[in-house]
């Protein structure tokens, strides 16, 4: 697998707190995970609450764990709660099922880490999280709507 | 963030127990913890059963890790099972999502810690909070009905 | 076995830190146990650091679970590091063996719980402890010097 | 107690890479936290190997957990082993004895964080994150030597 340098992971780190802010998002947690699931670079904003580190890297890992991103985890986990569960019990707490968690893809499409962004909204954590993928360079898993 | 001190968070204690008695509640655990989630002051009634330890921190941890009181973490829960299930999980079971839990901030508006209480109804154990909270001088977080 | 009242617990956590306050001590945190090992009191000092819960508890808890001070458990654990480190893991890190967790017994020589204080010399921290048992009228288990 | 804003624990982060860079040290990890024990910046270089985050969390959040920089903290563990593994267990693994972490002080001395760095040798480890701390305003607590 390529290599997910902590030059690009802080690249996109600060484009998608830079996108929080010029949306006037609440307080973000941005962690980016390397493909083995290990913590590269990670920026928690003023007045975020202690429980966003748990969130943003649980959506990555998830993301990571899985295959797919923590929208589609959570679409899966309203099927399957009890499934879904377990698999937060068996991972050890690392996976958290709500949108917000992105795949990182390289040129040739192969994942090189995740994004997971936790503060506001799932949907505005998501789209912070493509924003900042694509702004490093990198592709952003885009499932269909 | 300003700090939050043992004599204040034991008057938080002191006079939750005080409203619990004046309405004949059931036996009640109090916990205060500071704005980082960490354990200030504790008392447990006699007659309280085990488990109240964990559940009063539960309800002011997770107040302090998402940023709003246990009330909405159980509103919220209730649409989001499976999600709250994982966040539970991701913070090592130190989030209980039941009313009880009660964000503590000062003049400025600023949060410098939550109570969390468990023994009776959660209405009840919140209301106890609620009057924890004021009579120690500091502003109860009070959402809408 | 008899019950440690919340009264007495509270009692004895206040004169342990008076104790504390009298010579000039570190900041300490106090926690007191039932004889279940579940905890009723508990208030720490401002400027403790945020292990001294954690300390505090294990101290009071692995006396509970030994059924002796952690003054000797920690004599023991000198003879026996590896078997107390897997007492400490064994236990979900409940266990810490170090002066300044004391047995609480009654008049008729039950155990009714314990104290543990952390904060600053283990002598220091264990003495606190003793003069709180003692000054709520029950008796600290005193090992040959 | 003020509080740690992201642009200065930033600061903290890029101050001490630099410090790693410029002196050729092994890819180093740099995790600054709040004084809840919080992360709020890392950064990981490439090359590091996957169990520097948790030595460098470790080194912070013990430092903070006992009050002391984590230089002391393996000065005293080499003296009480079996205290400070169950110290280890005691705070579910956060704490790492081995110089490379740093308590930040404020102008008024009080503590606001902490730095934990690993990577290269602790004594480099810990350098850097003085210097880090330096750069951004703050205090290193520099012990006697």
Same mark, same amino acid.
């Given at each position: 697998?390529?290599?997910?340098?902590?030059?690009?992971?802080?690249?996109?780190?600060?484009?998608?707190?830079?996108?929080?802010?010029?949306?006037?998002? /609440?307080?973000?947690?941005?962690? $980016?995970?390397?493909? @083995? =699931?290990? %913590?590269?670079?990670?920026?928690?904003?003023?007045?975020? !609450?202690?429980?966003?580190?748990?969130?943003?890297?649980?959506?990555?890992?998830?993301?990571?764990?899985?295959?797919?991103?923590?929208?589609?985890?959570?679409?899966?986990?309203?099927?399957?709660?009890?499934?879904?569960?377990?698999?937060?019990? /068996?991972?050890?707490?690392?996976? $958290?099922?709500?949108? @917000? =968690?992105? %795949?990182?893809?390289?040129?040739?499409?192969?994942?090189? !880490?995740?994004?997971?962004?936790?503060?506001?909204?799932?949907?505005?954590?998501?789209?912070?999280?493509?924003?900042?993928?694509?702004?490093?360079?990198?592709?952003?898993?885009?499932?269909?709507?």
């Amino acid at each position: 697998m390529s290599m997910l340098l902590l030059s690009r992971a802080s690249a996109i780190v600060d484009a998608a707190l830079a996108e929080g802010r010029a949306n006037n998002l /609440a307080p973000l947690a941005v962690a $980016v995970l390397d493909a @083995g =699931g290990h %913590l590269v670079a990670y920026k928690r904003e003023d007045g975020a !609450g202690i429980l966003r580190f748990d969130i943003a890297f649980g959506k990555a890992w998830g993301s990571i764990g899985m295959g797919f991103g923590s929208r589609e985890l959570a679409t899966r986990a309203k099927d399957l709660p009890t499934f879904f569960s377990m698999l937060a019990t /068996a991972s050890g707490g690392r996976l $958290v099922a709500s949108p @917000g =968690g992105v %795949l990182i893809r390289d040129d040739s499409g192969e994942v090189v !880490g995740a994004v997971g962004i936790s503060g506001d909204l799932g949907d505005n954590d998501e789209r912070c999280a493509i924003v900042g993928i694509e702004a490093a360079g990198f592709h952003a898993e885009r499932l269909p709507a």
